[in-house]
Protein backbone atom coordinates (compact mmCIF):
# COMPACT_ATOMS: atom_id res chain seq x y z
CA UNK A 1 0.00 0.00 0.00
CA UNK A 2 2.65 2.67 1.24
CA UNK A 3 4.76 1.67 -2.11
CA UNK A 4 1.92 3.29 -4.02
CA UNK A 5 1.94 6.49 -2.52
CA UNK A 6 5.75 7.13 -1.60
CA UNK A 7 7.39 7.01 -4.87
CA UNK A 8 11.20 6.19 -4.97
CA UNK A 9 11.81 7.00 -8.23
CA UNK A 10 14.16 9.91 -7.23
CA UNK A 11 15.51 8.51 -4.46
CA UNK A 12 18.54 5.63 -5.18
CA UNK A 13 17.55 3.72 -1.72
CA UNK A 14 19.07 5.71 -0.10
CA UNK A 15 16.06 5.89 3.01
CA UNK A 16 15.85 9.73 1.83
CA UNK A 17 12.35 10.93 1.39
CA UNK A 18 10.61 11.22 -1.88
CA UNK A 19 9.41 14.71 -3.08
CA UNK A 20 5.67 13.44 -2.25
CA UNK A 21 6.08 11.76 0.89
CA UNK A 22 8.20 14.58 2.27
CA UNK A 23 5.42 17.28 1.09
CA UNK A 24 2.86 15.04 2.76
CA UNK A 25 4.44 14.54 5.94
CA UNK A 26 5.37 17.99 6.32
CA UNK A 27 1.37 19.01 6.22
CA UNK A 28 0.67 15.87 8.89
CA UNK A 29 3.09 17.10 10.87
CA UNK A 30 1.70 20.75 11.03
CA UNK A 31 -1.93 19.65 11.01
CA UNK A 32 -0.99 17.36 14.76
CA UNK A 33 1.54 19.94 16.38
CA UNK A 34 1.35 23.27 17.39
CA UNK A 35 4.64 24.33 15.96
CA UNK A 36 3.22 26.23 13.55
CA UNK A 37 1.09 28.68 15.91
CA UNK A 38 3.24 28.66 18.17
CA UNK A 39 6.12 30.05 16.26
CA UNK A 40 3.97 32.58 14.15
CA UNK A 41 2.56 34.26 17.57
CA UNK A 42 6.29 34.63 18.91
CA UNK A 43 7.05 36.24 14.95
CA UNK A 44 4.21 38.35 15.87
CA UNK A 45 5.15 39.32 19.66
CA UNK A 46 8.48 40.41 18.42
CA UNK A 47 7.60 41.57 14.25
CA UNK A 48 8.72 45.56 15.93
CA UNK A 49 12.45 44.16 16.15
CA UNK A 50 12.43 41.87 13.62
CA UNK A 51 10.85 44.51 10.91
CA UNK A 52 12.46 47.09 12.27
CA UNK A 53 13.72 49.13 9.23
CA UNK A 54 12.19 51.41 6.40
CA UNK A 55 11.95 48.52 4.11
CA UNK A 56 12.06 44.48 4.58
CA UNK A 57 13.56 42.38 2.08
CA UNK A 58 12.81 38.50 3.17
CA UNK A 59 14.38 35.53 2.43
CA UNK A 60 12.85 32.03 3.04
CA UNK A 61 14.73 29.38 2.78
CA UNK A 62 12.40 25.79 2.98
CA UNK A 63 9.12 28.02 2.02
CA UNK A 64 7.35 24.90 1.25
CA UNK A 65 4.05 24.65 0.53
CA UNK A 66 3.51 28.29 2.16
CA UNK A 67 1.43 26.60 5.29
CA UNK A 68 3.53 28.57 7.38
CA UNK A 69 4.86 31.00 4.90
CA UNK A 70 1.54 32.21 4.07
CA UNK A 71 1.02 33.45 7.87
CA UNK A 72 4.04 34.77 8.16
CA UNK A 73 3.86 36.94 4.96
CA UNK A 74 0.66 38.53 6.79
CA UNK A 75 2.37 40.04 9.84
CA UNK A 76 5.03 41.40 7.43
CA UNK A 77 2.00 43.05 5.51
CA UNK A 78 0.72 44.38 9.11
CA UNK A 79 3.67 46.37 9.52
CA UNK A 80 3.75 50.06 9.23
CA UNK A 81 6.23 50.06 6.32
CA UNK A 82 4.64 49.13 2.62
CA UNK A 83 8.08 48.92 1.27
CA UNK A 84 8.98 44.65 1.48
CA UNK A 85 9.65 42.19 -0.64
CA UNK A 86 9.74 38.31 -0.18
CA UNK A 87 11.77 35.58 -1.87
CA UNK A 88 11.03 31.95 -0.62
CA UNK A 89 13.18 28.80 -2.04
CA UNK A 90 12.26 25.57 -1.86
CA UNK A 91 13.52 21.75 -3.72
CA UNK A 92 9.84 21.21 -4.40
CA UNK A 93 8.01 22.49 -7.52
CA UNK A 94 4.84 20.85 -5.93
CA UNK A 95 4.95 22.31 -3.06
CA UNK A 96 5.71 26.08 -4.38
CA UNK A 97 2.44 25.39 -6.58
CA UNK A 98 0.59 24.71 -3.90
CA UNK A 99 2.18 27.69 -2.13
CA UNK A 100 1.33 29.84 -5.64
CA UNK A 101 -2.31 28.58 -5.24
CA UNK A 102 -2.46 29.97 -1.68
CA UNK A 103 -1.67 33.34 -2.45
CA UNK A 104 -3.59 32.92 -5.68
CA UNK A 105 -6.09 35.27 -4.22
CA UNK A 106 -4.24 37.96 -2.75
CA UNK A 107 -4.60 41.08 -4.47
CA UNK A 108 -2.07 42.42 -7.20
CA UNK A 109 0.00 44.34 -5.66
CA UNK A 110 0.73 41.95 -2.71
CA UNK A 111 1.44 39.24 -5.13
CA UNK A 112 3.70 41.66 -7.09
CA UNK A 113 6.25 41.75 -3.75
CA UNK A 114 6.13 38.12 -3.44
CA UNK A 115 8.92 35.76 -5.29
CA UNK A 116 9.24 31.62 -5.32
CA UNK A 117 12.35 29.90 -6.81
CA UNK A 118 12.59 26.40 -7.14
CA UNK A 119 16.30 25.35 -6.33
CA UNK A 120 18.89 23.87 -3.48
CA UNK A 121 18.93 25.42 -0.30
CA UNK A 122 21.03 28.08 -0.53
CA UNK A 123 20.64 31.83 -0.80
CA UNK A 124 20.24 33.55 -3.96
CA UNK A 125 23.84 34.54 -4.75
CA UNK A 126 23.42 35.16 -8.66
CA UNK A 127 22.26 38.86 -8.32
CA UNK A 128 24.61 39.22 -4.86
CA UNK A 129 20.92 39.88 -3.25
CA UNK A 130 20.69 41.02 0.43
CA UNK A 131 18.47 40.56 3.02
CA UNK A 132 16.70 42.55 5.87
CA UNK A 133 16.29 38.93 7.18
CA UNK A 134 16.42 35.18 6.36
CA UNK A 135 14.36 32.39 7.68
CA UNK A 136 14.79 29.28 8.24
CA UNK A 137 11.71 27.30 9.90
CA UNK A 138 12.32 23.77 11.27
CA UNK A 139 14.82 23.41 8.03
CA UNK A 140 18.29 22.69 9.75
CA UNK A 141 17.78 19.25 11.31
CA UNK A 142 18.32 17.03 8.67
CA UNK A 143 21.47 18.21 6.96
CA UNK A 144 24.79 16.33 7.54
CA UNK A 145 26.37 20.10 7.57
CA UNK A 146 24.50 23.40 8.50
CA UNK A 147 27.17 25.58 9.51
CA UNK A 148 28.35 26.37 5.50
CA UNK A 149 24.24 26.82 4.74
CA UNK A 150 24.44 29.48 8.24
CA UNK A 151 27.59 31.19 7.11
CA UNK A 152 26.16 31.56 3.67
CA UNK A 153 23.05 33.12 4.96
CA UNK A 154 24.82 35.60 7.05
CA UNK A 155 27.03 36.63 4.16
CA UNK A 156 23.74 37.74 2.74
CA UNK A 157 22.30 39.54 5.22
CA UNK A 158 22.45 43.44 5.24
CA UNK A 159 24.65 45.19 7.65
CA UNK A 160 21.62 45.08 10.19
CA UNK A 161 20.46 42.28 8.94
CA UNK A 162 18.82 39.18 11.12
CA UNK A 163 18.95 35.44 10.91
CA UNK A 164 15.66 33.55 12.24
CA UNK A 165 16.12 30.25 12.92
CA UNK A 166 13.82 27.73 14.78
CA UNK A 167 14.50 24.13 15.51
CA UNK A 168 13.93 21.58 17.73
CA UNK A 169 16.21 21.60 21.13
CA UNK A 170 18.09 18.35 21.46
CA UNK A 171 15.38 17.18 24.21
CA UNK A 172 12.17 15.17 22.34
CA UNK A 173 12.37 14.43 18.56
CA UNK A 174 16.47 14.43 18.62
CA UNK A 175 16.61 12.02 21.59
CA UNK A 176 13.77 9.79 20.35
CA UNK A 177 15.83 9.70 16.96
CA UNK A 178 18.87 8.98 18.61
CA UNK A 179 17.10 5.90 20.85
CA UNK A 180 16.35 4.27 17.05
CA UNK A 181 20.18 4.54 15.97
CA UNK A 182 20.59 0.74 15.41
CA UNK A 183 16.88 0.96 12.88
CA UNK A 184 17.70 4.01 11.13
CA UNK A 185 20.36 3.97 8.44
CA UNK A 186 19.94 8.12 7.61
CA UNK A 187 21.01 9.41 11.84
CA UNK A 188 21.55 12.77 10.68
CA UNK A 189 19.41 15.41 13.35
CA UNK A 190 20.49 19.17 13.52
CA UNK A 191 19.28 20.42 17.24
CA UNK A 192 19.17 23.95 18.25
CA UNK A 193 21.71 22.84 20.97
CA UNK A 194 24.41 21.84 18.71
CA UNK A 195 23.41 24.92 16.08
CA UNK A 196 23.86 27.30 18.97
CA UNK A 197 27.67 25.40 19.55
CA UNK A 198 28.28 26.04 16.27
CA UNK A 199 27.33 29.88 16.36
CA UNK A 200 29.44 30.18 19.68
CA UNK A 201 32.49 28.77 17.76
CA UNK A 202 32.20 31.20 14.79
CA UNK A 203 31.71 34.41 17.27
CA UNK A 204 28.53 34.94 15.52
CA UNK A 205 26.32 36.89 17.87
CA UNK A 206 22.68 35.40 18.48
CA UNK A 207 19.94 35.39 21.21
CA UNK A 208 17.63 32.45 21.93
CA UNK A 209 13.96 31.66 22.58
CA UNK A 210 12.60 28.79 23.58
CA UNK A 211 8.85 27.43 22.98
CA UNK A 212 7.30 24.69 24.55
CA UNK A 213 4.88 22.97 21.73
CA UNK A 214 2.60 20.39 21.59
CA UNK A 215 2.70 17.29 19.10
CA UNK A 216 -0.98 15.39 19.36
CA UNK A 217 0.28 11.88 18.04
CA UNK A 218 -2.58 9.97 18.71
CA UNK A 219 -3.19 9.41 15.22
CA UNK A 220 0.09 6.52 16.18
CA UNK A 221 -1.98 4.15 18.07
CA UNK A 222 -2.53 2.01 15.49
CA UNK A 223 -0.30 2.02 11.89
CA UNK A 224 -1.62 3.38 8.73
CA UNK A 225 0.01 5.10 5.76
CA UNK A 226 -0.62 8.33 7.28
CA UNK A 227 0.72 7.09 10.32
CA UNK A 228 3.87 5.52 8.32
CA UNK A 229 4.42 9.01 6.41
CA UNK A 230 4.25 11.21 9.77
CA UNK A 231 6.80 9.09 11.39
CA UNK A 232 9.03 9.22 8.03
CA UNK A 233 9.04 13.14 8.32
CA UNK A 234 9.79 12.86 11.79
CA UNK A 235 12.73 11.03 11.43
CA UNK A 236 13.68 12.16 7.95
CA UNK A 237 13.67 8.61 6.73
CA UNK A 238 11.44 6.72 4.53
CA UNK A 239 10.06 4.07 6.90
CA UNK A 240 8.47 2.50 4.05
CA UNK A 241 12.03 0.72 2.79
CA UNK A 242 11.97 -1.30 6.54
CA UNK A 243 9.93 -4.88 6.98
CA UNK A 244 6.90 -4.51 9.53
CA UNK A 245 8.67 -5.57 12.73
CA UNK A 246 10.92 -2.76 12.74
CA UNK A 247 8.35 -0.22 11.45
CA UNK A 248 6.14 -1.42 14.78
CA UNK A 249 8.89 -0.95 17.00
CA UNK A 250 9.12 2.89 15.93
CA UNK A 251 5.44 3.28 16.39
CA UNK A 252 5.87 1.90 19.72
CA UNK A 253 8.74 4.16 20.50
CA UNK A 254 6.66 7.01 19.46
CA UNK A 255 4.32 6.03 22.02
CA UNK A 256 6.49 5.98 24.52
CA UNK A 257 7.26 8.96 24.69
CA UNK A 258 4.23 10.36 24.58
CA UNK A 259 1.80 11.60 27.81
CA UNK A 260 -2.14 11.37 27.81
CA UNK A 261 -4.05 14.48 28.03
CA UNK A 262 -7.34 14.63 29.85
CA UNK A 263 -9.23 14.20 26.18
CA UNK A 264 -7.55 10.96 25.86
CA UNK A 265 -5.43 11.87 22.91
CA UNK A 266 -1.28 11.30 23.32
CA UNK A 267 0.64 14.19 23.68
CA UNK A 268 4.71 14.44 22.28
CA UNK A 269 6.03 17.37 24.23
CA UNK A 270 8.92 19.02 22.91
CA UNK A 271 10.49 21.93 23.03
CA UNK A 272 11.75 24.52 20.04
CA UNK A 273 14.00 27.28 20.46
CA UNK A 274 13.43 30.56 18.27
CA UNK A 275 17.34 31.76 17.33
CA UNK A 276 17.87 35.36 16.33
CA UNK A 277 21.56 35.76 14.52
CA UNK A 278 22.55 39.28 14.01
CA UNK A 279 24.58 40.47 11.65
CA UNK A 280 26.26 43.22 13.42
CA UNK A 281 30.31 42.90 13.27
CA UNK A 282 29.70 39.88 11.71
CA UNK A 283 32.61 39.33 9.25
CA UNK A 284 32.49 36.42 6.38
Request: with cysteine; net charge neutral.
Amino acid sequence: MAAAIIDHSNVIHDYSLSETAYSYGYDLRLKYSTFMQDSLDWVAKNAASLFAGQSTRVLSLGCGNGLFDREFIKIIEQQKNTNWSYTGIDFSATDLDQFRQKIASLDGETQAKIFLECKKFTPCTEQGMHYDLITMIHFLHSFDAVLPIIQNAMRHLLPAGKLLIIQQKKQGMSELKASLNGLLPNRKFQSSDRIKTLLHSEGIRFSAHKLDTRFDISIMQKMSLDTLLLMSFCLSNDLSLLNTQQQEKIRQTFLSYSQPANDGSLIFHEQMEVIICSAVNYSA
